[in-house]
């Protein structure tokens, strides 16, 4: 800046004082304004174009969009399936689907295709009993299966203790207050069709499924006495108690109709 008003001073020698002062300032004030608006930062921002789709997909009848934080095994049980089932359906579907690679937005085949098996809870095999005088007076009559009443399943107490927390939106079962190996019991026969840890917030689980319509799910057991495919029968120890994935030991229990988790106490004798 001083060499440029010493250029302008040295360009006019012979002009009167006053006025090289007045073309002085001038040039100085219109320097000034030549920087200011060099260097001033600009206030309004670029526009920016939102090029995010607003259209939502929808997710075909049975199927089930992949959300953040899911696993394979959450969703088979908030579906009402056995992990197993899900994936092999699945990969008969897409032989580059990998179960433990899900990614968000993908979609999982969640209801049994045409043809397909699923795994089913071992059938009750019923003994006819007859008085033996009466079996040599009168033809036995066709056994008839049992009318269970409502709610539809008949469940025994999965463990010996208390009820430290009730069946809630959040709860989504019963947690029953005990030690670390006390026993913990099927509550009717079925077939186990998980047993594992992938589970985040369950820790040591496993599930058995009863029939097409009700699973039961035992969490934060410390041991797990029986593996994915195992038949087991009411009242057959299947776990030990324990507190993995939570800070005190404790069972807690689920049952889901159809996926979906119903408070298990009214089907507990």
Known sequence: MRSILRSIANSMPN???????????????????????????????????????SVVEQTP??????????????????????????????????????????????????KPPAGSKVAKAPEKKSTPTTDKTDALTSTPEPTKAE?????????????????SAEFSESNKGIDIAGKVGEPVLAASDGKVVYAGN?????????????DNTYLTAYAHNSKLLVKEG????KGQKIAEMGDTDTTAPKLHFELRVNGKPVNPTPYLQ
């Not at 699945?90 to 179960?99: E, G, T």
């Not at 009318?147 to 009820?163: D, H, M, Q, T």
């Not at 992938?198 to 009863?210: A, M």
């Open 15 to 53: 002009m009167p004082k006053s006025l090289s002062h007045c073309f002085l300032f001038a040039a100085l004030s219109a320097s000034l304004l030549l920087i200011t608006a060099c260097t001033t930062p600009r206030t309004k921002p670029a526009t920016v174009t939102d090029r995010t789709s």
């Open 61 to 110: 009848p049975g199927y089930y969009r992949v959300k953040k934080g899911d696993t394979l095994a959450r969703i088979a049980l908030d579906n009402g399936q056995a992990p197993r089932d899900v994936a092999q359906w699945n990969s008969a579907a897409n032989p580059s689907f990998n179960p433990n690679v899900i990614e968000v937005g993908d979609l999982i085949l969640v």
């Open 147 to 163: 009318v269970v009443a409502e709610p539809g399943i008949r469940l025994s107490w999965p463990a010996k203790g208390k009820v």
């Open 198 to 210: 992938s589970l985040r917030g369950y820790g040591n689980l496993i599930i058995v499924k009863h």
């Open 230 to 233: 195992d038949s087991v029968r």
